[in-house]
C-alpha cells in the first residue's frame, strides 16, 4: 500500500481548526474531540492531507462519521454582502439573538449542518449586518468553532509534534518550542553519516526523532539515546513511522548501564566475541584431529592383515563398542550442556538491553561526533562524564529551560583549556498576525529556554 494512504496501524494527526490530537488508528476506533465521538474506519484508503466532514449518525447526538469533501466555504456559502460603517449604534443588550438556546438545540439535535446553522443564527441576528467587516468575521469565526464540523487528517512530522506536544503541555518535552530544537539540530550538525549520542530526560521522544529524521533513512548514521530510566519516552518517536532500518540505527540505553558497561567490564565484550571465535577454531582443530588420528589408526588396521581372521572380528567387536560407547558419553554430555544453557539464559537468548549497550560500547569506543545534552536535572555531572567521548574539534549542545545550570556549565567549559567558542543563548521567536491594517505581534507567547554550545579542540 502507499505510504501516502491511511491504514490500520498508522499514526495520523486529527485538526479540526487549530486544534491538532495525535491518534493511532485502529478497527472500530473512535477518537474523541470536545463532547463530540467520531468513527474513523471511513479514513482507511484515503491519503492523508484530506478534509472529511462529520455527518452525525442517526439515533445518536455525539457519534458521527466521516465524509470525503472537496471544498468548504463558509462565508461565500451565506453570501455576506452587507456590512456597516461602524459599530457606534450597537447595543450589547444580550437581546440581538431572535433563537433561543433551545431551539439552537432543537437544529443540532436534527443533524443540521454547521453552515446552515450559522446561517440561521446570522438571520436572526438583529445587529449582524450592521457590524463592520472586521467584526462579522470574528462573529463567523466564534460560531465556526462552536458548530465547525470539518476534520483534516494531517501525517505526522517534527514540526507538527513540537506544536502539538507544546500546546498540550510544554512540560512533556521540557519546554522545548520549535525554534528551539531547530537550534540544537543546528548547532549538532547533524549529517546523514555520523554518529551522535543524545541524553534525554523526558521530551516525549520529540529530540530523538528529530535527530533520526535529519539523519534519514538508509544511510550510515547513528544515534545513542540515553535515558534514566528503565524506559525511555518514545510518543513521538513512534508517531514518526520511521521504516525498520532506520528504527534499528537508534540504540536507546540506560546512561548508567551503559556507562557501568564501558568501565567495568573494561572493552570485554570486545574480547569475548574474540575467544568466542577462537574457541570454535579450537573445536573445530581439534574435531579435525579427532578425524586425522581416526583414519590413522584404520590405516594401522589395515596394515595388519597378517594377523588372523579371529583376531580381526575380535578387535573390530570391541572397537565397535568403544565407539558406541563414547557416542552415548559425548551425547550424554551435549545435552547436560543445552540444559545449563537454557537454565542460564546467556547462551541461548541474552537480553535485549545488553545487546543494545554493547552496540552503544562500540560507537563509544571510536567516540561520537556530538553531544547533545536536554535534561530536567543539573547537566554539570552529566557532561563531565559523556566529555570523553567526543571527538575533537565536534561540539556540545546543552539544552535547559532555566539559564542557572547553564552558567555553571559555561564557566566551567570557559575554564578548560580544550573548549573553544562556548556560548549561551536564547531564542525568542514571536509570531505576528499579518492582516490588512492590523499587523502586529502576539502579545500574549511562552518563553523558551536556553541552549549553550562549544566546540572541542584537538589537544
Not at 28 to 47: C, E, F, S, W
Request: glycine share 6%; proline share 3%; hydrophobic share 30%.
Amino acid at each position: 500500500m502507499n505510504q501516502n494512504q491511511i491504514k490500520f496501524g498508522d499514526y495520523l494527526i486529527i485538526q479540526r481548526q487549530g486544534y491538532t490530537k495525535l491518534h493511532k488508528i485502529k478497527p472500530n476506533g473512535t477518537i474523541t474531540l470536545g463532547k463530540d465521538v467520531i468513527q474513523l474506519d471511513n479514513i482507511v484508503g484515503h491519503k492523508y492531507y484530506e478534509t472529511f466532514r462529520m455527518i452525525v449518525k442517526p439515533g445518536s447526538k455525539r457519534l458521527y462519521t466521516l465524509e470525503e469533501v472537496n471544498e468548504l466555504t463558509t462565508k461565500n456559502q451565506l453570501n455576506i454582502e452587507q456590512s456597516g460603517a461602524d459599530n457606534r449604534n450597537i447595543i450589547d443588550d444580550g437581546n440581538s439573538q431572535a433563537l433561543t438556546k433551545d431551539e439552537i438545540e432543537r437544529l443540532r439535535d436534527q443533524a443540521v449542518s454547521s453552515s446552515d446553522i450559522v446561517e440561521k443564527l446570522i438571520a436572526n441576528s438583529k445587529t449582524f449586518n450592521s457590524k463592520t467587516e472586521y467584526s462579522q468575521e470574528k462573529y463567523l469565526k466564534k460560531k465556526e468553532k462552536k458548530y465547525f464540523e470539518y476534520i483534516q487528517v494531517r501525517k505526522p512530522s517534527i514540526r507538527l509534534l513540537a506544536q502539538l506536544f507544546y500546546r498540550q503541555d510544554p512540560a512533556k518535552t521540557l519546554g522545548i518550542r520549535i525554534d528551539d530544537l531547530s537550534q540544537i539540530l543546528t548547532y549538532a550538525n547533524i549529517q546523514s553519516d555520523g554518529k551522535f549520542l543524545l541524553y534525554d530526560s523526558g521530551t516525549s521522544g520529540l529530540v530523538t526523532s528529530a535527530i533520526m529524521n535529519s539523519i534519514g533513512p538508509n544511510t550510515h548514521g547513528q544515534l545513542i539515546h540515553a535515558h534514566p530510566g528503565n524506559e525511555c519516552q518514545k510518543a513521538a518517536f513512534l508517531a514518526m513511522q520511521f521504516p525498520q532500518e532506520q528504527v534499528d540505527r537508534c540504540i536507546h540505553v540506560n546512561l548508567y548501564s551503559v556507562l557501568r558497561c564501558y568501565y567495568q567490564e573494561g572493552g570485554n565484550y570486545v574480547k569475548g566475541n574474540e575467544s568466542d571465535k577462537k574457541q570454535n577454531q579450537e573445536k573445530s582443530g581439534d574435531n579435525s584431529q579427532n578425524v586425522n588420528q581416526k583414519s590413522h589408526s584404520e590405516d594401522n588396521a589395515k596394515c595388519s592383515g597378517s594377523n588372523s581372521e579371529s583376531t580381526h572380528e575380535a578387535n573390530q567387536d570391541s572397537q565397535n563398542d568403544e565407539i558406541t560407547k563414547q557416542s552415548n558419553i559425548n551425547s550424554r554430555k551435549r545435552k547436560h550442556s543445552e540444559s545449563d544453557s537454557n537454565e542460564t539464559g546467556t547462551v541461548v537468548k541474552r537480553p535485549y538491553w545488553q545487546l543494545e549497550n554493547e552496540k552503544a560500547c562500540h560507537i563509544l569506543q571510536e567516540k561520537v561526533d556530538s553531544i547533545i545534552v536536554v535534561a530536567k536535572e543539573h547537566p554539570m555531572s552529566i557532561v563531565k562524564e559523556l566529555l570523553p567521548f567526543l571527538k575533537d574539534g565536534r561540539t556540545l549542545v546543552v539544552f535547559n529551560l532555566v539559564k542557572e545550570p547553564l552558567q555553571d556549565l559555561y564557566f566551567y567549559l570557559k575554564n578548560r583549556t580544550d573548549f573553544i567558542g562556548v556560548k549561551l543563548s536564547n531564542n525568542f521567536m514571536r509570531n505576528y498576525q499579518v492582516l490588512p491594517e492590523r499587523t502586529h505581534p502576539e502579545v500574549i507567547m511562552n518563553f523558551g529556554g536556553y541552549i549553550l554550545s562549544g566546540y572541542k579542540l584537538n589537544m
